[in-house]
């Protein structure tokens, strides 16, 4: 929201404004050893602070713009989903399709989860996947989802976690991987309650990973202490 960005500008401008005073201050003291070394560890200070400042949480509640919040995602974001119903629709009326490209680093992973004490719900429409994402270094955790084909669908994703997820009601599919092409890498999905999937006649499994003809794959990857019942496939 509006606020927390400038906040978050507010803190840098802040802190920008003492690293130069910093930075003209050890200017004019000299170049003796011991003043170098203070000044740089607290630029070094500064410099930290403001990064720390740029990657605030995002709050998210209904009524706010749920596809752009999730479109937007950078290394070092956390988006906080509180507690309400969503949909996947685009701002305006446009699409419901919602493609994801969640691109975290090891030092700056990305997550996208519901607030402390909420199960947030967001919905799709039977002829669209909720979700399609790629990615690297991310976490979804603790939201609802319904209503789509696929509750989730995976492309190219490495370094991701799915945990604490409801997924329910969907047309086909829980959580796939199994776009040709696809390669789910390092992937953990743990906690997880899967049910009545496949309610439009899809082939109903509960998780999908690989491709008939090794078109995809899925390596290195941990799929533990998932709850999946009432399922219209295997």
């Known amino acids: 929201s509006s606020w927390v960005l400038h906040r978050v500008l507010d803190h840098i401008v802040a802190m920008v404004g003492a690293r130069v005073a910093i930075l003209r201050h050890c200017n004019d003291t000299g170049s003796r050893q011991l003043v170098n070394n203070r000044c740089n560890l607290l630029v070094a200070a500064f410099t930290i602070g403001v990064s720390a400042a740029a990657a605030e949480a995002l709050q998210i509640f209904p009524g706010d713009n749920l596809h752009a919040a999730l479109v937007g995602l950078g290394p070092g974001d956390e988006l906080i989903i509180n507690e309400g119903s969503y949909t996947t629709q685009a701002e305006g009326g446009g699409s419901f399709f919602l493609s994801l490209n969640w691109q975290g680093t090891p030092l700056a992973p990305i ?28 976490t979804l955790r603790g939201l609802e989802i319904t209503g789509g084909s696929h509750g989730l669908k995976l ?37 997880n309650e899967i049910f009545n999937t496949g309610v439009d006649g899809g082939t109903g499994e509960g998780m999908y990973f690989g491709c008939n003809g090794e078109t995809c794959e899925m390596v290195d990857s941990l799929i533990t202490q998932n709850f999946l019942h009432d399922l219209g496939g295997f």
């Open 155 to 191: 492309a190219r994703v490495d370094h991701a976690t799915l945990e604490d997820l409801v997924i329910r009601d969907v047309g086909d599919v829980g959580i796939s991987c199994n776009r040709p092409g696809g390669h789910c890498d390092r992937l953990i999905v743990r906690r």
């Open 111 to 138: 997550l996208v989860r519901a607030a402390d004490g909420a199960r947030p719900v967001i919905s799709g429409i039977p002829s669209q996947d909720v979700m399609r994402i790629s990615g690297s270094h991310f």
